[in-house]
């Protein structure tokens, strides 16, 4: 049972290590094992380091093509700032530790969070759009297939 530290940072992780077992099987050489509470502090010391807040820039939301013009048909008020497209940067921001669950044959990972989207102006600067709160639920499975390790992610919420 391991823990993960943010860098520099030694307190204690704001979660408490529960025992677990590990099945007794010997037909293999090599079992790995890993707790919750590792996959918890590994989240809170990402977290703590700012590792979830993600800026997404033009150079980015051009190639999936992302700009004012997208939002400006789904949020009427985006098209009063801007009459011309202008590409978008994301600031994508958790604002909550992401939770990490473990079940049987997968986990699930919640996280809350912010995103803040800006127009970016032909002079470079930017001006902040909207604002919007997210919160999503992802349960992963992971399988060895043909000895090779194989995911499926689901987007629960």
């Not at 150079?59 to 978008?88: D, G, H, K, L, R």
Request: hydrophobic share 45%; proline share 6%.
């Amino acid at each position: 049972q391991g823990i993960v530290y943010p860098g520099g940072n030694y307190s204690a992780p704001p979660f408490v290590a529960a025992p677990f077992t590990v099945p007794d099987q010997s037909d293999s050489m090599l079992y790995l094992a890993f707790s919750e509470y590792f996959f918890q502090t590994s989240s809170f010391a990402y977290y703590t380091a700012g590792a979830f807040n993600i800026t997404i820039t033009e150079e980015t939301c051009s190639y999936f093509n992302i700009s004012t013009e997208i939002f400006s048909s789904v949020i009427p008020e985006v098209a009063q700032y801007s009459v011309t497209p202008y590409p978008v940067m994301l600031k994508l921001m958790a604002t909550e530790i992401p939770i990490i669950s473990l079940q049987q044959d997968s986990f699930t990972i919640e996280i809350q969070g912010s995103m803040e989207v800006f127009a970016v102006l032909p002079d470079s600067s930017t001006q902040l759009l909207f604002t919007m709160s997210i919160a999503a639920n992802t349960s992963i499975a992971v399988n060895i297939f043909d000895q090779k390790l194989m995911g499926s992610l689901c987007l629960n919420r």
